[in-house]
């Protein structure tokens, strides 16, 4: 069963920050019809540049999604169906030393969020979580599903738990219709330079040595940043994914129960050691550039996802991590 009218209006928020963009962008150009009301603070991580192409097309506020009075207005003036929320404090080595800031978008934006679904329970609202909030898995370990306990490690997936408890809350309580997604590592071109990617690309560039934590032998999950906006649009189209109360199967006490939780991932995990080794041989340059440095707090060892859900609704990745890697790393070399 789907839900999806003829032409949309959507909020979409952190809209010019590094997925955001992507989402804005693709949107766009399968959707031309629709409306995209675009709110973004304009942080370290957004850039209203990468949204350029579709600027004269979209409406774009600067603004706090903890702002529930703008954030209201925007709802009311614009008729608002859905709005897909990608705003947050997401750099986990920021939020170690100065957990504020991630509070602040991560747990009160949200709850504003709420606050404006509240008065106006038709909206939709499509929240993006990630991976992290499960916390760290052993090598042997399966994949997390979405009925996993929540076991976040540092101060960033901790907000982004919470918030997500905040949400699930919101179901049961207000009947609320919203959809939550995790995801595991994205990377693409526009993602903020210290992020493990951008790090490694940028100062191997410079010939400079490459900062990678403890033994590098970490595992993540890479999904390219396209195909994580794929994934969302297939959810923007599915109604129960809002509202599955008469899902077969899904109780209508579970956590699950009264809004749906996906997992999305490209089941394709790397050791960080060897995603830099990978992306310094696509710039031609020498390994000896590798420097290991004293481990992060509470840096998790695995994640992986089971994402089963989100691909029986038949979304599955397209682009390689090799193919992806190697367009990434030429989007930066061009930057610089």
Known sequence: MSWYPLVMNLLVTGGAGFIGSHFVLRHKEQFPDDLIVVLDKLTYAGNKAFIEPVLNRIRFVQGDIADVELVSQL???????????FAAETHVDRSIKNAVPFIHTNIVGVQALIEVCKAAPAVRLLHISTDEVYGDIGDDDPPCSVGRALFPSSPYAATKASGEMLLLAAMRTHSLKIAITRCTNNYGPHQADEKFIPTIVRHAIKNEQIPVYGSGMNKRD?????????????ILKTDWAFWDNDVPG???????GSGRTFNISADDEWQ?????????????????????????????????????????????????????????VEWYRKKA
């Open 272 to 328: 960080n050691i060897d995603v830099a080794k990978m992306i310094l041989k696509i710039l031609g340059k020498p390994e000896e550039l590798i420097h290991f440095v004293a481990d992060r707090l509470g840096h998790d060892w695995r994640y992986a996802l089971d994402s089963s859900n989100i691909r029986k609704l038949g979304w599955k990745p397209k682009i390689s991590f090799e193919d992806g890697l190697k367009a990434t």
């Open 250 to 256: 899904v109780h209508k006490n579970h956590p699950q």
């Open 75 to 85: 709802i009311l003036r614009y008729e608002i169906d859905k709005i897909v929320n």
């Open 222 to 234: 890479w999904l390219y940043v396209t195909d994580h906006t794929d994934a969302l649009e297939v």
